[in-house]
């Protein structure tokens, strides 16, 4: 019968054996520390989840100004999850911002297939093809809203027949001061800028872009919303501030 100090050799080899292995597996981690804590940037998270990451990034760049850089992202998150290319309404209006106004009509149409109600990508795309050719307007073969079909914001139905050519300046003015919301000020001074420059009528697009970026809306509860940042990035890119 085996006395228990007979084991001791054996228990003593075990334990050598089980620091050495500790040993080696902390030298391992010094001198490759990246196969325990380093990942590529979000590698946490894939398709779907990372694409959302990188259209938030290219938001962000936008409204710092950083336009260019704002499309690399919007690029990258339509490569990592292909779905998203219709939905990246925001990287249409960084072409516009880039002078690229054939691949902003292109996104803008895109868009509009999976969202045919939004008027603002109606009117974008508009916009666009006025920045090409001032003088056709009211602009042929444009978008439009399908047949007694409207957007869910009364404002958006006046600058819709304004781009549309509809309607009158002085129409999408009174919209905007005469419903007692904040947001339809802004959003009626903007489109009225975006439409003047759009008719290279450069002064009165000043003046209107400048005038909404002084909002209440923009100033204050609307300082959140994308459109608001798209307003004071126009006037930095103009020099109209």
């Known amino acids: 019968q085996l006395r228990f100090d007979q084991h001791q050799p054996f228990m003593?080899?075990?334990?050598?054996?089980?620091?050495l292995l500790i040993h080696l597996?902390?030298?391992?981690?010094?001198?490759?520390?990246?196969?325990?804590?380093?990942?590529?940037?979000?590698?946490?998270?894939?398709?779907?989840?990372?694409?959302?990451?990188?259209?938030?990034?290219?938001?962000?760049?936008?409204?710092?100004?950083?336009?260019?850089?704002?499309?690399?992202?919007?690029?990258?998150?339509?490569?990592?999850?292909?779905?998203?290319?219709?939905?990246?309404?925001?990287?249409?209006?960084?072409?516009?911002?880039?002078?690229?106004?054939?691949?902003?009509?292109?996104q803008f149409r895109i868009d509009v297939k999976v969202n045919p109600l939004d008027v603002e990508e109606i009117v974008w795309e508009i916009a666009s093809a006025l920045r090409v050719d001032p003088n056709s307007f009211p602009v042929p073969n444009s978008l439009s809203l399908p047949p007694n079909q409207k957007d869910r914001r009364p404002i958006m139905a006046a600058v819709?027949?304004?781009f549309r050519g509809e309607a009158r300046e002085a129409e999408l003015a009174s919209a905007g001061h005469?419903?007692?919301?904040?947001?339809?000020?802004?959003?009626?001074?903007?489109?009225?800028?975006?439409?003047?420059?759009?008719?290279?009528?450069?002064?009165k697009a000043e003046q209107y872009l400048k005038q909404s970026v002084r909002t209440q809306y923009a100033q204050g509860l609307g300082k959140a919303d994308y459109m608001t940042a798209v307003a004071k990035v126009h006037c930095q890119l103009r020099g109209w501030v």
């Open 12 to 19: 003593q080899l075990l334990r050598l054996i089980v620091i």
């Open 25 to 106: 597996f902390a030298v391992n981690a010094l001198i490759n520390p990246c196969q325990l804590s380093c990942r590529p940037r979000d590698s946490r998270l894939y398709g779907v989840d990372q694409a959302r990451t990188l259209v938030s990034e290219g938001m962000s760049s936008f409204r710092q100004g950083q336009v260019k850089k704002s499309i690399e992202l919007f690029d990258e998150a339509e490569k990592e999850e292909p779905r998203f290319t219709p939905l990246l309404w925001q990287r249409g209006i960084s072409y516009y911002y880039c002078d690229d106004f054939r691949r902003a009509r292109e």
């Open 160 to 162: 819709y027949k304004l």
């Open 178 to 203: 005469n419903t007692g919301k904040a947001s339809d000020e802004f959003y009626s001074l903007f489109y009225l800028g975006l439409y003047a420059e759009a008719k290279q009528e450069n002064s």
